[in-house]
């Protein structure tokens, strides 16, 4: 039985992928509720499309435009609701629904960002970074409303209101920061290869701490991966460090076969590093090592299980990565934050070894990956030796 359970978990996990996109489907009930709770004095909605309409009022007249949008941020997809007046202008900007990492919309709530859109017209380019600013450390979440708001007023701009909307020049963004994450990853797959190199592991930890912790705040989690399999994908312009980080961890596993990542790069395993470098104390795991084991696999299980169900890679953010990298959370996640790094200092790298369902869900794609190269070789020998018997003959 134990020898199926990998393959009845897999079951589970494809079903519960099937089960959440079957039942996230928008119908039209759908769209009209979410009009409904935009604008509730409407008497009705007359469609321009199948997610923008204009609200009339009992004497038919045109109350306003509205629609609904949706684009991903960082955790996963956000439905904005956009309303205009009769002459175009952005009145209001709702999030109706989300599947983002909550902080982040707690954050973009708070710095007041949506005050932005108020009189804003529906032919203005309504662009990230060009007449709507973002709030730093939710970069993602804000452009993804900013493009959810420019859907709807651009085509209410064009349809109704025959207006040509202003397009903004948007370039991939390739600076400092995309250059140096790059050779920081590249740096680290030498890292492990050279005996001269990985003297350094400790002070590379620290460097990736600065910079992938503190600096950037990206590491990898677990609501990326799980966003990378619901094919909730940014686009490479708009996000181009997403996609460094994520082939700079995965790309590797795939090349040698080894989860470099977790020993080399994770900035929360260098800061475990660092706590158990204080403290000089290595409790041994010893015979629970195998338990923790099991509770990292369950872990992993269960986020992937409550993200593909949910189609919402935000349920797997209970990682403490951005809580302490980009000090933000909840209490229950400063709470671990605090349990962790305090058992650090008497177990290495503990949150490492016994709860992180990133570190093992890499390793089981190195472990894939090897034996996948396994397999391949002995193909390959058998071929080989099958031509050498026949040059014999």
């Not at 990998?6 to 979410?34: C, E, M, R």
């Not at 662009?127 to 007023?153: C, H, K, M, P």
């Not at 397009?167 to 963004?173: D, G, T």
Request: proline share 4%.
């Amino acid at each position: 039985m134990k020898k199926f359970l990998p393959l009845i978990a897999i079951i589970v996990l494809v079903l519960a992928y099937g089960y959440g996109h079957y039942a996230s489907k928008f119908d039209a009930n759908t769209v009209q509720k979410y009009y409904r709770q935009m604008l509730p004095s409407a008497d009705k909605f007359e469609p321009i499309n199948d997610r923008i309409a204009k609200a009339v009022g009992a004497d038919g007249d045109v109350l306003a435009y509205l629609g609904i949008s949706s684009h991903v941020g960082y955790g996963g997809p956000i439905l904005v609701g956009t309303v205009l007046s009769t002459s175009g202008a952005v009145t209001d900007v709702i999030i109706l629904e989300h599947k983002e990492t909550p902080s982040y919309i707690n954050k973009i709530i708070k710095a007041g960002f949506f005050r932005q859109f108020a009189n804003k017209q529906a032919g203005d380019a309504l662009s990230f970074d060009y007449d709507i600013e973002g709030v730093s450390g939710a970069t993602l979440s804000t452009r993804a409303i900013a493009l959810s708001v420019q859907d709807v007023a651009h085509v209410v701009a064009l349809e109704d209101l025959k207006v040509t909307p202003k397009k903004a020049e948007v370039k991939w963004n390739i600076g400092m920061q995309e250059i140096i994450i790059s050779l920081l990853f590249v740096l680290s797959v030498f890292m492990p290869r050279f005996k001269q190199l990985s003297r350094f592991r400790f002070q590379f930890l620290i460097i990736s701490i600065l910079i992938l912790g503190f600096w950037l705040n990206r590491s990898i989690s677990m609501a990326q991966i799980s966003a990378l399999f619901l094919g909730y994908l940014p686009s490479p312009g708009d996000n181009l460090i997403w996609y460094i980080v994520l082939i700079g961890v995965i790309g590797p596993i795939l090349f040698t076969g080894k989860n470099i990542y977790c020993n080399y790069v994770c900035p929360f395993c260098g800061l475990q590093e660092i706590t158990h470098k204080i403290s000089r104390i290595n409790l041994p795991m010893g015979k629970y090592l195998k338990w923790f084991r099991l509770v990292k696999e369950i872990l992993l299980f269960i986020v992937l299980f409550l993200a593909f169900i949910s189609l919402n890679p935000s349920v797997s953010s209970f990682e403490p990565f951005g809580t302490m990298f980009g000090l933000n959370g909840s209490s229950y996640q400063w709470y671990l934050l605090f349990i962790i790094l305090l058992a650090s200092f008497f177990y290495r790298r503990f949150w490492c070894f016994a709860f992180c369902p990133v570190g093992t869900f890499l390793d089981k794609v190195a472990g894939l990956t090897r034996k996948i190269k396994s397999i391949f070789s002995r193909t390959s020998s058998i071929s080989n030796r099958s031509v050498d018997v026949n040059n014999a003959k």
